[in-house]
T-cell receptor, first 113, second 115 residues
């Protein structure tokens, strides 16, 4: 069965520090992978997506993610975090050719000054 | 507007009452999803509409939940005889035809509180 695991419920980083949010997935074939961000009181916004090709993908707001098939991971990274990045981040896997997307439970990011 | 809109933004209701939640997708988006987001949980898929096809209702948690989409645009999620466990944020998302399942545009959600 398809599943997405985000091992960290919450993470706190200092402003200006680097960030890595972990995501592991279980899927029978090559998945479509996504990261979304949800600011307080808002819906989810797509940060980036991976379909195929280059395993390092760039997204909006300075985020990037790397697909590692051997580790079934799709970790999200940012070199320097800004206070406005404080939000909840969701990793998701989508079936190729299907309509469903499975979301992880989310990681809440706190940014301290 | 250019985005997905949902109304109301907040709804407080008494246990046992019926509620209707509305979603206006992005114009031209043929796919529409409803999700439920409970505190500290991920997104729970509820129902999916695609064009004029029969909706996929496999995520609806009970027969108290139903949804319709009129004219391929606006959708209404109805919860009958609400229970306290129905308290959650209900999110709607739409997607353009031809894009992958994960490329969804989300509305801001309706926060439902059942007292």
């Amino acid at each position: 069965a398809q599943s997405v695991t985000q091992p960290d419920i919450h993470i706190t980083v200092s402003e200006g520090a680097s960030l890595e949010l972990r995501c592991n997935y279980s899927y029978g074939a090559t998945p479509y992978l996504f990261w979304y961000v949800q600011s307080p009181g808002q819906g989810l916004q797509l940060l980036l997506k991976y379909f195929s090709g280059d395993t390092l993908v760039q997204g909006i707001k300075g985020f990037e993610a790397e697909f590692k098939r051997s580790q079934s991971s799709f970790n999200l990274r940012k070199p320097s975090v800004h206070w406005s990045d404080a939000a909840e981040y969701f990793c998701a896997v989508g079936a190729t050719g299907g309509f469903k997307t499975i979301f992880g439970a989310g990681t809440r990011l706190f940014v301290k000054a | 507007g250019a985005g997905v809109s949902q109304s109301p933004s907040n709804k407080v209701t008494e246990k046992g009452k019926d509620v209707e939640l509305r979603c206006d997708p992005i114009s031209g988006h043929t796919a529409l999803y409803w999700y439920r987001q409970s505190l500290g949980q991920g997104l729970e898929f509820l129902i999916y509409f695609q064009g004029n096809s029969a909706p996929d209702k496999s995520g609806l948690p009970s027969d108290r939940f139903s949804a319709e989409r009129t004219g391929g645009s606006v959708s209404t999620l109805t919860i009958q005889r609400t229970q306290q466990e129905d308290s959650a944020v209900y999110l709607c998302a739409s997607r353009m035809e031809g894009t992958s399942a994960g490329e969804q545009y989300f509305g801001p959600g309706t926060r439902l509180t059942v007292t």
